[in-house]
């Protein structure tokens, strides 16, 4: 029996991964059964696929579609009027019809996120080749609080996780596993790029993973200076890459505007061209296509150009500045139900609010990572496991050129846009506790294994107690009082 548990190690945790990230992210997850944050957008963008009605707007369309599908399929609302959708971008309350499910539109981030762990699962174990530390790890990204109350939403980033996680994994199973890295591996990552990119433009950082690829690729070649070899494999693999990212995103766009079949109050950015095409019934055609991608993009970039800076100063500004990401600031409430029982007041706070243990985790992760890195590159110091230390640096470097990035940008941003780089940290963190206690992790040492196990209990009980925030729990004020850890988290009490 032992054997057979050993044999299957890898399967086991897997399955369990799985149970896990269903089990945390699926219950319930038609709660509240209110619009927040920007479900009130997308969820208008999505019903107008359905209803066939042309709109723009600032984010790729991959993520409304695949609610719309959802939507669809589920049909949970089809005896319900929600034409109010369609003429507007923005719906509130009062759009909404009574007895609306919310199950449909949420189902693609929410599912898509709690699949994404197996991809997570795949990563640290194809660059560890230990599953206890790929199990352990991918409970923890599970566990944090912040992923799950924004990722059970209509919203976009647990669709694009999924992409993202899928085009790391394959990075390192063509480098890891693969007995050689060929052309179509570098076809299926831009394949998984491309639709990372085509539900969020900020996916551009995953192009650095074709950087890393031809790194791996041409090792050889770029420690001896052979640029002919350089230039010959470049000249292939570029088009072998950039091919399938470019084809993915006008796929989408190309669905996108072909479901446009009827023009609604607003005409956005459309040219008089596009809207005698519409008019015509002709948006299927390519010379559609070719004008209403122009429009499109003219439409995206007026967007970009009227949204506002950040204000520190003005009264309820959820924005916050991207140094302060790292630390959870600021969180923000996306809901708020307050109600009294029997004298006692008890408010459903629906707050993305990090795990203080993983938040943390990362950043000193991240710490050790840059004090290995300027050991080996300025100090010139030996390193204990190479390859390791390599994907260190890798995952290192993503993070920083992510946050180098966000740092260019004047619009306001918020705090759920770290969730991209803090993916990448918590990979960084498994790999640098891998190369940490390597040894003791690849005898399978007892006191090693029980330590791992501890943290991950510990982040599980960090996620309990901010529970209620994620999973909009009724708690009174001293009980928030209680959650309220540090100022700079900038949580607010409903009196």
């Not at 009130?40 to 009605?53: C, F, L, P, R």
């Amino acid at each position: 029996m032992q054997n057979i548990i050993k044999k299957h190690c890898k399967h086991i945790y897997l399955g369990l991964v799985l149970l896990l990230s269903l089990s945390i992210y699926l219950p319930n997850y038609g709660q509240p059964t209110s619009l927040f944050w920007d479900e009130n957008y997308h969820i208008a963008s999505a019903q107008k696929y359905i209803d066939g009605v042309m709109y723009m707007e600032p984010h790729p369309p991959l993520g409304k579609l695949l609610m719309a599908a959802s939507e669809s399929l589920l049909g949970l609302n089809d005896h319900l009027d929600k034409k109010a959708f369609t003429r507007t971008d923005y719906i509130n309350g009062s759009h909404v019809p009574e007895g609306f499910s919310f199950y449909g539109f949420r189902l693609p981030s929410t599912l898509l996120m709690a699949l994404s762990a197996l991809f997570f699962f795949g990563i640290v174990n194809n660059i560890t080749k230990n599953a206890h530390l790929a199990a352990a790890f991918s409970a923890i990204i599970i566990l944090d609080n912040a992923m799950v109350v924004h990722s059970r939403a209509a919203m976009l980033e647990g669709i694009q996780m999924f992409f993202i996680l899928g085009a790391i994994y394959w990075l390192t199973r063509s480098i890891e596993v693969a007995k050689a890295i060929k052309l179509k591996d570098y076809a299926i990552l831009g394949v998984f790029i491309g639709l990372a990119f085509s539900v969020k433009v900020n996916a551009a950082v995953l192009l650095l993973l074709f950087v890393i690829l031809y790194g791996v690729d041409q090792w050889q070649n770029i420690q001896t200076w052979n640029f002919p070899s350089l230039i010959k494999r470049l000249a292939v693999t570029v088009p072998a890459g950039v091919v399938p990212v470019i084809l993915v995103v006008l796929a989408v766009f190309y669905v996108h505007i072909s479901l446009g079949t009827t023009m609604g109050p607003k005409s956005y950015s459309a040219s008089e061209e596009y809207r005698q095409a519409i008019r015509e019934g002709n948006t299927g055609s390519l010379a559609t296509f070719a004008i209403a991608l122009r429009d499109n993009y003219t439409n995206m970039s007026k967007y970009a150009d009227g949204v506002p800076r950040l204000d520190v100063c003005k009264t309820g500004e959820n924005g916050s500045h991207s140094i302060g990401w790292p630390i959870g600031q600021k969180t923000i409430n996306y809901r708020w139900n307050k109600d009294t029982v029997n004298g006692v007041t008890q408010v459903q706070y629906h707050n993305i609010v990090p795990n203080p243990v993983v938040w943390f985790s990362v950043i000193a992760g991240l710490l050790l990572s840059v004090g290995l890195i300027i050991s080996r590159f300025v100090y010139q110091n030996p390193i204990a496991h190479p390859k390791l230390f390599y994907w260190i640096s890798a995952f290192t470097s993503l993070y920083i050129a992510y946050m180098t990035a966000i740092l260019q940008i004047e619009r306001v941003m918020y705090l759920y846009h770290y969730l991209v780089p803090l993916v990448f940290g918590i990979i960084n963190l498994a790999l640098v506790y891998n190369y940490i206690f390597h040894k003791a992790l690849a005898e399978n040492n007892r006191h090693a294994l029980i330590n791992l196990a501890a943290a991950v209990v510990l982040v599980a009980f960090a996620f309990y107690i901010f529970s209620p925030f994620t999973y909009s729990v009724p708690i009174t004020e001293a009980e928030f009082n209680l959650r309220n850890w540090f100022d700079f988290w900038q949580l607010e009490v409903v009196k």
